[in-house]
């Protein structure tokens, strides 16, 4: 007797290339639930890459304003350079899936050009936002202009 007070079922007789196995297969959610956590992770991955992407297209138009000799003042190798560097990273972040190995580099790329060769053009050609930082209108490179008094 079975725990429902029934006779148990007599196995049924396996046919060729079938297993014997009746239990229902668990891992058929199991697989689902994993397609989901993917999928969720390539649309986080997918939005993170079009951010980078358009930062890196954004780096490149200010890379493009900026005026050759800010470059040269700033010793921070040519305009041209680095209209290339970010060029390539910009199309790189666009076209390759960015857990690969380029479009890594792009990113490197780009933040250098973040971090150390925007903040010395614009302290080099004097560009900045925002109110002055010190000082009044009237300075000049060596201290208030006080009109000849």
Known sequence: MGPH???????RPSMAGQSDHTAPDHTAGE?????????????ILSWAQLALGIYAA??????AVRREDAYRAASKQTKGMWLIFLAIATALLFIL????FLP????????????D??????????GG????RGGSSSDGPYGPFNGGR
Not at 5 to 11: F, H, L, V, Y
Not at 34 to 39: A, M, R, S, W
Not at 97 to 100: D, I, L, R, W
Not at 108 to 115: D, E, L, R, S
């Open 58 to 63: 954004v780096m490149l138009i200010d890379a």
């Open 97 to 100: 899936p960015v857990m690969s």
């Open 117 to 126: 060769v925007r903040p010395a053009l614009r302290a080099v050609s004097g």
């Open 104 to 115: 890594i580099i792009g990113v490197i790329a780009v933040i250098v050009y973040t971090v």
């Open 129 to 132: 936002r925002g109110p002055r």
């Open 5 to 11: 007070g029934r006779q148990p079922a007599a196995p």
């Open 31 to 43: 697989r689902a639930e994993d397609g989901v956590l993917i999928y969720g992770f390539q649309s």
